[in-house]
């Protein structure tokens, strides 16, 4: 089953002196793996090198590595085809390097990603990715509490709110559960609220 991280993680190793640090990032689009990069070079403004492998979507059939300087293939595309046998998607990983004063040869180059990328693996938090369906509604401040306790049941997320004349809302849910959970919105507010 396909799952998707959660929250930013991270694990360093140390080989021959050079430290590896394996920082796993959420990632929603192909925009945003470039995003996390740099924001990842911001954080280790010294780091030798800021490699990285990412996979997105349902069928994890967008991604995208870099060796950034190393040797190719080296570095980023063996970080990759360890990210590609996990069953993980939406998700960066950077791998920064700290070079220890050895080098390592490319053997030892594509192995020490490798492991950094395994190590991490099994610290993440994950999920089971759903297919999920977004709906935004309008209503009066007369239904708020009913309706925000009625959508922490059906486990709605990534909820935003706008307070105005009257309140909107914008929320995902579960594909499976979006039209019962409709259904019971406008029976709830005896059919005031607006979908938009």
Known sequence: MTKTLLKRCE???EVKKSKFIAIALPTSTYEEIKQNVAQIRKEHPQATHVVHAAV???NRDVFSYSDDREPKNTAGRPAFEVLKGSEI?????CIVRYFGGTLLGTGGLVKAYQD???AVLPLLKTEPLIDKTSFTIRFSYDYY???KRLLEETKVSD???NFEVEI???CSVASAKYEILKAELIQLTNASLQFL
């Open 11 to 13: 694990n360093s190793i």
């Open 56 to 58: 997105l979507g349902k």
């Open 89 to 93: 998607t939406n998700v960066t990983v």
């Open 116 to 118: 950094s990328v395994k």
């Open 145 to 147: 509490t009913l309706i």
């Open 159 to 161: 909820c935003s709110e």
């Open 168 to 170: 909107t809302l914008t």
